[in-house]
């Protein structure tokens, strides 16, 4: 057994095997030290002990008692029940169990074993029902064993797959903490623990496992969830260390004078926030190390209109640039907004998408302006490209960013700007995309009319319908309707769902107006199709799943209804509010919700007061948690094991240590065999930036 080390996989576990470790691999569980750091989610307490003659009913407890008496039985309608009878000094109870019939092979009568779980009535009497239970070694009932492992403390409840059940990996974690829990090492400096009041790596990690109370877990998820954030913070400030380093890009002259012709050429005036950003960028153009620069800002907010002027510079300097989208519809969007920017000044853009595949032939030397989606990163890029634009950011991580290196020039690599409306606190920002400089736009351009809001109560809704068709019928207006499902579902009853709804509104509700389907499972040639009758005016009303979130401009649309609101977050309300109010009409976004629960509703009726994405997220962050708001299952997003980017004021702390730590104590990632460094080949940060 002393062979064995963290690394090696986890089927050399005593008790654990090739066909266990087959299972374990779905969790992301490999090794041994991935076993030993798959973290409990929550925690059942069973830590009140309890005599039988003071079981009250409601109670979660744990009593130490011997199996007087079991027997299966079967109710009317077949189901198997599984009755106990079960004593200790004070007095004696029946437990309970449904349908576990190997229980009678398990359980043995004469045997003193610890129960943990919930009393309550069962007929006329109390009773304990589906309990947890453990052998107990020693024959005094009078107080529970100290080294109970499922019982009689707070026990740990772990994400669980198909034949891993929690119970099994407390037993094998456990087991791997006995062998292993001197060999895991303190990675963090001494000073970044003592300023910070953090446990030991080795505690933290056996008291995530098996506290003794509250505050032991508490204290070791602070510890780990530190060290989770402060990894993110550090690998995103080495990485940008590491593209200042190693790469060059192209030094652009900014053209003051003739930036100022463009800019007066636009039918608006820039606000201070866009003439903010753009001495940002224009800063970075000037330096001989490529920019790498996150622009954030709302829907509406004029992003597109600052990365035109960088655009305009790199033709200037006799550079061609390419601007990337998420979707077909968002790239010919955007195709058709910089064609109008530069088409004063004889500027010809080029559209690269699945329906427009070719380039202008290469014989061709003169800069160019491409569009296109993300798909351009795996084609032949056009010769001398200074400038990318990367739309919607949180689409496009880390990895993508390293194929766009591959792709470009070995000895200079282009200027990157990326860009995203998706509102995200700057804090998180700055954790989250730590590898980039970051931009806000903050402001919104003059004459922007609010988008007034209302959460309307289920009573109103054929009131809302009425109005509607007031505002639509004979006139310019547009409306959407947005559903959160495609079809209806048994289990979200309550939610409507876009097929349906189209058909009962174009039967029942508006027979007399024009509606559209769009929803996720069309191909693109449908979309396309549908999106287009709308923008024409050819059709009044778009039924919708939340697919319009991004990318869709229709100027005339004005009224934006949602049903079941509560089922989304703040900032993809705010999103799908961003589709209308986009010219001068007034416009209004109508939150539908099924839902009665006060906290559901007082958490939407933020919408109708707040109008900043960034702030609406931070009050979704703080109620919801940020699974929800940023999707982080996407490209762009650390999966977190068990920190929360809700926890604003620990990722501030990680920050400054990380900063502290680079700023003082470079050497330690600079050493191959520090702990430090390790752990970051662990996680693969170190691979990641030598690459």
């Known amino acids: 057994m002393n062979t064995l080390s963290l690394a090696d996989a986890v089927e050399k576990l005593p008790y654990v095997g090739p066909a266990y470790a087959k299972r374990l691999n779905k969790l992301g569980i490999i090794t041994i030290e991935d ?16 005599s039988i003659n003071r079981i009250q009913p409601g109670e979660t ?22 009755k106990a009878v079960v004593a200790d000094n004070s007095g004696s109870t029946e437990i309970i169990w449904f349908n576990q019939p190997y229980l009678s092979k398990v359980l043995r009568v004469g045997e003193t074993y610890q129960f943990s779980g919930k009393a309550d009535w069962f007929g006329r009497k109390i009773v304990f029902v589906s309990p947890e239970y453990e052998k107990t070694l020693i024959s005094n009932i009078q107080s529970p064993t100290s080294d109970s492992l499922h019982t009689g403390r707070l026990v740990p409840v772990y994400p669980e797959t198909y034949g891993i059940s929690s119970k099994w990996l407390r037993s094998r974690i456990k087991a791997a903490l006995q062998i292993f829990g001197e060999k895991i090492e303190e990675f963090l400096p001494p000073e970044i623990v003592k300023k910070n009041n953090l446990l030991s790596e080795q505690e933290a990690i056996r008291l995530i496992h098996f506290p003794e109370n509250k505050s032991q877990a508490e204290l070791s998820r602070k510890r780990l969830s530190f060290d989770e954030l402060f990894l993110i913070q550090l690998a995103g400030r080495l990485r940008k260390k590491d593209w200042q380093k190693k790469f060059s890009g192209y030094q652009f002259k900014i053209f003051p004078a003739e930036t100022k012709k463009f800019v007066d050429s636009l039918p608006f005036k820039l606000t201070a926030a866009q003439e903010k950003v753009w001495s940002e960028i224009s800063a970075d153009l000037e330096r001989k190390e490529p920019m790498n620069r996150l622009l954030q800002g709302d829907v509406g907010s004029g992003k597109t209109v600052v990365a035109a002027i960088a655009i305009y510079n790199a033709f200037l300097n006799n550079f061609s640039s390419v601007f990337m989208a998420p979707t077909e519809i968002l790239a010919t969007q955007h195709y058709q907004t910089l064609t109008n920017f530069f088409s004063p000044f004889k500027i010809k853009v080029e559209l690269v998408t699945s329906s427009h595949r070719q ?4 014989e061709d030397k003169s800069p160019k302006i491409i569009v296109g989606t993300h798909a351009l990163l795996f084609k032949k890029p056009p010769e001398k490209v200074g400038f990318i634009v990367i739309d919607e950011q949180q689409r496009f991580g880390v990895e993508q960013r390293a ?3 591959k792709e470009s020039s070995e000895e200079k690599i282009p200027h990157l700007l990326t860009m995203t409306a998706t509102p995200i606190p700057r804090t998180v920002a700055l954790t989250i995309f730590g590898d980039l400089d970051l931009s806000f736009l903050n402001e919104m351009p003059k004459g922007r009319l609010v988008v007034k809001t209302w959460v309307v109560p289920p009573f109103k809704r054929e009131d809302a319908y009425r ?30 769902a876009a097929k349906s709804e189209y058909q009962q509104l174009s039967e029942k509700i508006f027979p007399d107006l024009k509606l559209g389907l769009l929803h996720g499972r069309m191909n693109t040639t449908e979309k396309d199709q549908v999106i287009d009758d709308f923008r024409r005016g050819k059709l009044d009303i778009l039924v919708s799943t939340p697919v319009v979130e991004v990318g869709i401009d229709i100027p005339k649309a004005t009224i934006m209804m949602i049903e079941a609101a509560d089922r989304f977050g703040l900032a993809q309300l705010h999103q799908l509010r961003g589709r209308v109010g986009r010219n001068k009409i007034e416009s209004f976004c109508l ?29 979704d962050l703080r109620l919801r948690g940020p699974g929800e708001i940023y999707g982080t299952k996407q490209h762009g997003f650390p999966d977190l094991k068990i920190a929360s980017f809700a926890d604003l004021d620990l990722i501030e702390q990680t920050r400054k240590a990380a900063d502290s730590l680079l700023a003082t104590d470079f050497s330690l990632l600079q050493n191959t065999n520090s702990p430090l460094n390790k752990k970051l080949k662990k996680y693969k940060i170190i691979q990641e930036i030598s690459n």
């Open 61 to 82: 407890l744990t009593i130490r008692a011997k199996i007087l008496e079991f027997r299966n039985e079967h109710t009317r309608n077949g189901k198997k029940i599984q």
């Open 403 to 405: 194929q766009l290196l």
């Open 591 to 619: 939150l539908f919700t099924e839902n009665s629960d006060p906290k559901a509703i007082k958490r939407i009726k933020f919408m109708e007061s707040k109008n900043i994405g960034m702030e609406l997220a931070e009050i």
């Open 35 to 50: 076993l030993i750091f798959h973290f409990p989610f929550r925690y059942d307490d069973f830590s009140l002990i309890s």
């Open 467 to 496: 109005w509607i068709r007031k505002l639509v019928k004979g006139t310019s207006q547009q409306a959407f309707i947005i559903c959160p499902l495609i079809e209806e579902s048994e289990t979200l009853a309550t939610s409507r």
């Open 359 to 362: 380039l202008n032939p290469t």
